[in-house]
């Protein structure tokens, strides 16, 4: 009897508050220092503003306030950069986001789903938020 060997998937680990999250290696683009955020007036809470990368602008979110989570520190945060579709987002972590693998049979916890991620938020990179007052 052969045994199947299966391939490990790849994660990246974000820390937000006390909780840790995972997102599939494949969505990753990059890991930033925030050096300086550029905040959006009228946008919701959780995009706490834009950072320029590469030329281009996108948006950063923080995922303690869309799942209602106590953050810990915001003076050594990291950035971690996802793309679904050609938009990208920047996703705030209280720490440094570490690569780690897993059997893919195994379940994993705080697992983020970007495309589903994308669309609960309703961010886009190509969409300019408004920022005219209701009245």
């Known amino acids: 009897m052969s045994e199947e060997i299966k391939a490990e998937k790849s994660y990246f ?10 997102v599939p290696k494949e969505y990753v683009v990059q890991v930033l220092d925030v050096t300086r955020i550029f905040p959006i007036p009228g946008s919701p809470d959780y995009i706490i503003g ?11 979110v923080d995922l303690a306030k869309v799942y209602n989570i106590e953050r810990l520190n915001y003076s050594d945060n990291k950035l971690l950069v996802i793309e ?5 987002i920047g996703i705030l972590s209280d720490i440094a986001p570490f690569p780690v693998n897993f059997d893919p049979d195994i379940e994993v916890e705080d697992l983020i789903d970007p495309e589903k991620l994308f669309e609960q938020l309703k961010v886009s990179a190509q969409k300019p938020v408004d920022t005219k007052a209701d009245g």
């Open 84 to 88: 679904v579709k050609g938009e990208k």
């Open 50 to 60: 834009v950072i320029p990368v590469r030329g281009k602008i996108i948006p950063a």
């Open 13 to 22: 680990v974000l820390g937000v508050g006390e909780r840790e999250f995972i």
